[in-house]
């Protein structure tokens, strides 16, 4: 925990073993023992262009806070 805040991440499925629900069951446990902790929040960082993911992710309790864009110089 990080000021208060606890990252779930990276969150990665290889191609062959997609759509099974191992992401999902993983990001449930990831969370929940997160939330053992008493953060203030649990972040996930996630990519917007992936509707799979985001649909899993808003199902398990995640939802959409803000867009940024991160550039290396």
Do not use: K
């Amino acid at each position: 925990m990080v000021a208060g805040q606890i990252r779930v991440a990276p969150v990665i499925t290889p191609a062959p073993f997609r759509g099974r629900g191992y992401a999902g069951a993983a990001t449930v446990v990831a969370r929940r023992a997160a939330l053992v902790a008493c953060p203030a929040e649990v972040l996930l960082f996630a990519d917007l262009s992936n509707l799979t993911s985001n649909g899993l992710y808003r199902r398990i309790g995640y939802r959409s806070v803000t867009d940024f864009v991160l550039h290396d110089f």
